[in-house]
């Protein structure tokens, strides 16, 4: 290249950056100028809560999410396939070692083991969710290999969940209307039960006890019914959808039907609980860990679909979570979960980036915390039952139910 060629480049870069800039400082100047009509009420008071920051204000309904996402860094949108392989290593070696411990563990530590092999596990769905979302490779079809071959590990079929997680991107914290039971227009990763729902069923006292024991002790698991319900029914996908569905439920079996008869050809029954079916079950307390966390708090406003705001949903609706370094390492930083609800296209080695940069920018705007029995608590005793943009328990929203029949 010569020199003029190499200046009049670098002098396209510092203006392509000078915009870059300009247009960041454009969009947080018109936030700091917009005065907010509303601050943000908590029914918990912040000396009682396990988050550590919650919003302070409501973002400004001129803000969207295009808005947010050109104050960040261009970096953090980069994918490195270096860092992508580097994360396969990662796993490829703790899986493997995690097993170990499982067979030459006593009894008495066996839980501690399969809890390790869970975590573990957990990052080979992270590997196969940057695949899902293009943020693995440039190259699309790498994408679906890596999606496949990772996912299929788990019986958790590549491109249902695709499908079905891109549902949940789109609508996050978009309440389900009752004409729309499949969910395609709503967030189907978590929906709280809202009291319309709950009316009409019936609640003798025993089932409301019965509902509360299964949401208190029980919601560490229950990613496995939205596993069943999602991921398996063909009714689900539309008719062009299909045929990469059945490839990947292709996938999943022959992953079954070469392991599966393995592990019982090896030590019976007992070495396809021991190595494979209880560490899937930990791997599953990360899922159902991670999206009770990241979507699930007193505070958190779910919406009607005329009334959601992209900004406010994925921004102010979505909760950064900090782990132990050991889990996050392990389940490639997918707690940092702000930045990938504001944009999907990051990778998961950009995320603690991306948050920095959401940070300090957005501050106010945010949801952090770390991860405690204490939040655990939190959330399953009060996030019972939604009612009027706010969460109740069970024996609250008996009461209203009774006060409002009453009433009639």
């Not at 700091?32 to 396990?50: F, G, H, N, R």
């Not at 302070?56 to 992508?84: H, N, Y």
């Not at 945010?366 to 204490?374: G, H, P, R, V």
Request: proline content about 6%; some cysteine.
């Amino acid at each position: 290249m010569s020199s003029l060629g190499f200046v009049g480049g670098y002098g396209g870069l510092v203006r392509s950056r000078n915009v870059q800039t300009t247009r960041r400082s454009r969009v947080l100047r018109s936030v700091i100028e917009a005065k907010p009509t509303e601050t943000v009420q908590y029914k918990i008071p912040d000396s009682e809560s396990a988050f550590r920051s919650r919003p302070v204000k409501v973002l400004p309904d001129g803000v969207s999410l295009t808005d947010v996402v050109r104050t960040m860094p261009k970096e953090v949108f980069e994918i490195d396939e270096r860092k992508s392989w580097l994360h396969v290593l990662v796993t490829a070696v703790a899986v493997p070692l995690s097993l170990v411990a499982v067979h030459f563990s006593p009894w008495y530590l066996l839980p501690f083991a399969w809890f390790l092999a869970g975590t573990a596990a957990t990052g080979i769905f992270v590997i196969g969710h940057d695949a899902g979302h293009n943020s693995f490779s440039k190259n699309q079809k790498l994408n679906d290999i890596v999606g496949n071959a990772s996912l299929s590990m788990l019986i958790y079929p590549f491109e249902p969940w695709r499908i079905q997680h891109n549902i949940h991107h789109r609508n996050t914290n978009m309440l389900r209307d009752r004409d729309d039971p499949d969910g395609f227009v709503a967030d189907n990763a978590w929906q709280p039960l809202q009291k319309s729902m709950f009316r009409g069923l019936s609640r003798p006292k025993a089932f409301v006890k019965a509902l509360t024991l299964v949401w208190t002790t029980l919601w560490y698991q229950l990613s496995i019914l939205h596993w069943v319900n999602y991921h398996f029914n063909p009714k689900k996908f539309t008719k062009k959808q299909l045929p990469k569905v059945k490839v990947s439920w292709l996938c999943c079996a022959i992953f079954a039907g070469i392991a599966f008869p393995t592990l019982f050809a090896i030590g019976g029954p007992w070495a396809f609980v021991k190595f494979w079916l209880m560490p899937w079950l930990g791997y599953h307390f990360w899922m159902s860990a991670f999206t009770l966390i990241h979507h699930t708090a007193p505070h958190i406003q779910f919406t009607e679909k005329s009334e959601w705001n992209a900004a406010k949903a994925q921004l102010s609706g979505t909760v950064h979570c900090d782990f132990p370094r050991w889990i996050e390492i392990l389940c490639h930083d997918i707690n940092v979960h702000i930045p990938h609800h504001v944009s999907t296209r990051i990778p998961s080695y950009n995320l603690k980036a991306a948050h920095e940069s959401i940070r300090k920018n957005w501050g106010p705007y945010i949801n952090e915390t770390s991860f405690s029995l204490k939040l655990c608590d939190e959330i399953v005793s009060n996030c019972h039952v939604y009612d009027d943009g706010e969460y109740v328990t069970y024996d609250e929203a008996e009461r209203r139910v009774a006060t409002q029949l009453s009433d009639n």
